[in-house]
């Protein structure tokens, strides 16, 4: 997605195919906390936790569903990740009565692996990092001919994250500053530029874990780097 092809439009339209099928998540207000972590002002939290498949991911897979034909839905959906998008393409995929193939790190739990099941998407474990699973996704849609959604690096799934800017700058139009946590890019990709064109003042930081701090990483190298390991609990 390149930013001069970016428009509201396209965060409203995402907004109306899913409006029924993800919860307007509620905007709460934190208890206070200790006081080195807590910004001036009150912090809100957006409990996308409440979502059907328990992350916000479930808003970019059912938006990027909409946009496939039939014949794409057809050939089955397939990707790879460490538990949170897949689980989203899966539950896309349960709604749409189409095939799922989900490739999964082996470190995904079985907790996460059964919930996939339960909604009729077919499994397949590889690698010990998504990278690996994603290279063995990619393959087999290349020899299957089925339909590929990447969990992050895709128009549609970044239009479908940006729909909590909405919803969060409804309910709250006096926002000021929105942390966003920062894994493979999709959710603040998404988020900050729909929020950025409804309120252009807005400020936007990223949060990313110590142990996987890609982003940081790429900035700090001025181009897109690789990490060598990483060290993380949080889950794509």
């Known amino acids: 997605m390149h930013t001069d092809s970016i428009n509201l439009d396209g965060f409203k339209l995402a907004q109306s195919r899913i409006n029924g099928m993800v919860r307007e998540t509620p905007l709460i207000k934190s208890q206070p906390l200790k006081r080195d972590l807590t910004p001036q002002g009150s912090l809100s939290l957006k409990l996308e936790n409440l979502q059907p498949t328990g992350s916000f991911k479930v808003r970019g897979a059912l938006n990027t569903l909409h946009t496939l034909t039939k014949e794409q839905k057809n050939k089955g959906l397939i990707t790879a990740s460490g538990g949170n998008h897949g689980l989203a393409v899966a539950y896309a995929a349960f709604l749409a009565e189409v095939p799922a193939l989900i490739y999964l790190p082996t470190s995904t ?11 009729g998407a077919k499994t397949c474990t590889l690698g010990d990092v998504w990278d690996e699973a994603n290279k063995g996704a990619l393959a087999e849609a290349k020899a299957s001919n089925m339909t590929y959604i990447h969990p992050f690096a895709e128009p549609n799934v970044i239009y479908g994250q940006g729909t909590i800017s909405l919803e969060i ?12 946590a920062i894994g493979g890019g999709g959710l603040i990709a998404g988020v900050a530029a729909a929020a950025k064109l409804i309120k252009p003042e807005i400020r936007i930081i ?20 690789t990490l060598s390991t990483v060290d993380t609990k949080a889950g794509t």
């Not at 700058?169 to 926002?175: A, F, G, Q, R, Y």
């Open 109 to 119: 739990s079985p907790e996460k692996l059964k919930k996939l099941q339960s909604w």
């Open 169 to 180: 700058l409804e309910m709250n139009p006096d926002i000021d500053v929105l942390l966003v």
């Open 206 to 225: 990223g949060i990313e874990p110590i142990g996987a701090p890609t982003h940081h990483a790429s900035r700090e190298a001025g181009e897109l780097v």
